[in-house]
């Protein structure tokens, strides 16, 4: 795999007795100055939301950081979303938002 290709995890909490609709994305990037960034964005569905950076200075680090927001999120009750595939046939791995490729999980 690419040192380049964008990895990204979509996670959804969804309450409509609470009227709760929310999202968390976690994402590892490449930084320009060499270092490795998780990136997690927040908020509620159909909304702007915040976005955080946090700076790490190997891959391992933020794949471990990453792994430990989604085990933090998940005991809050949030599940990873699910991408529809637009065609009847769909072998390839299914995308998300600007047609990245979703993984379910990262590596290391």
Known sequence: MSELT?????????????????????????TLFGDTALVREWGRLGGRGRRRLDLFDGHVQAVEAL???????????YVQRHFSCLEPACDTPQTGRSGQNAHASISK
């Not at 996670?11 to 976690?26: I, K």
């Not at 927001?69 to 809050?76: G, H, N, V």
């Open 67 to 77: 792994e430990s927001w989604l085990r933090r999120k998940t005991r809050r009750g």
């Open 6 to 30: 964008l990895q990204y995890l979509v996670l959804e909490r969804r309450d409509p007795a609470r009227n709760m609709a929310r999202f968390y994305v976690l994402t590892i990037e490449p």
